[in-house]
């Protein structure tokens, strides 16, 4: 049965194994977060969706987990009032009723640890096999470390993402040009926006160049 197993079917292996393990025991603590950064970042996330105000309140953190979090934050609340629930329990609010945002947070952050797998699985298959692409990929989905990290609605698991995104496109710019070059800064802008120290993800494609 392994034999039959093509590119597709291996990314899709790997990201399940991956998500599996992250979307385990994923409220845990609530309504009472223990992580630090995990209390600071969502709490200038909520308090964005909460006020409309999306100018950052602190440049301590890179803005962009922030603002992909309050944008989430913000569906929700939108969700939550034209599915009418407000009349039966409260809106999620930071101070009311956090669990909603934590577990929105923490659903981003195995979201994108799990891709991150897939990333790293796609690259190595550019340069050997399935089976040993497949390793290099499971070593990052199954990794302890990426699955402690993809439970907090923190940074880092999206830009373990981005970072994963500019190798891989520094590998495809080595390969054959083009593009991917550009995608390459693309990927490694974001991940600065994500956290700053991983910026230096472009290091790559600029050695290559």
Known sequence: MLGGVNDRRMAWIVFAAGFALRISGLGFGLPFPYHPDENVVVGHAARIAETGDWRPATYHYPPLVIHVQAAAFTALRAGWEWLGLSASMPPPGLHEAPTPYYLLARM??????????????????RLVGLWPAAFAGFVLALAPGSVMESHYGTVDAIATLFVALALDAAI????????????????????????YVTGLAILPALVFR
Request: hydrophobic share 55%; glycine share 16%; no cysteine.
């Open 108 to 125: 981003l952050s195995a979201l994108a640890g799990a891709a991150a797998g897939v990333v790293v699985y796609r690259s190595a298959r």
């Open 172 to 195: 495809r710019a080595a390969q054959s040009g083009g593009t991917a070059w550009w995608w390459a800064g693309v990927w490694s802008g974001l991940a600065a926006g994500a956290k």
